[in-house]
């Protein structure tokens, strides 16, 4: 069994930056993609960024693109949500997914594991 763990949420002011973690341990192997999604009570969850595995490259959504990146620690076991410039309208949960599928998506119906989220407000 997998286990994926947020951390790094809080409260920032507008236009400050903010690093979220994801961190994977248990049975790791096999897991190859990974993904930041991100939801507001009563709305769909949104994904915000995906890594493909094996170097397969990165994607952004096109709300966040030149504000957040996505990376990870050199064994991949922990992944970054680098956030940048961040306005009001990111306040939300984020949520760390991981799937056995190499390539990856910002479908929320691609991926297996999820975390429990880590709540990041942006507020004056």
């Known amino acids: 069994q997998l286990q994926v763990v947020e951390s790094g949420g809080g409260l920032v002011q507008p236009g400050e930056s903010l690093r979220l973690s994801c961190t994977a341990s248990?049975?790791?192997?096999?897991?190859?993609?990974v993904a930041w999604f991100r939801q507001v009570p009563g709305q769909a969850r949104e994904g915000v960024a995906c890594?493909?595995?094996?170097?397969?490259?990165?994607a952004v959504a096109a709300s966040v693109q030149g504000r957040f990146a996505i990376s990870h620690n050199n064994t991949e076991t922990t992944v970054y949500l680098q956030m940048n410039r961040l306005k009001s309208e990111d306040t939300a949960i984020y949520y760390c997914?991981?799937?056995?599928?190499?390539?990856?998506?910002?479908?929320?119906?691609?991926?297996?594991?999820w975390g429990q989220g880590t709540q990041v407000t942006v507020s004056s």
């Open positions: 997914a991981r799937s056995g599928q190499n390539y990856c998506t910002l479908v929320p119906d691609h991926y297996t594991y």
């Open positions: 248990g049975f790791t192997r096999g897991v190859r993609s």
């Open positions: 890594m493909s595995g094996r170097g397969g490259g990165t």
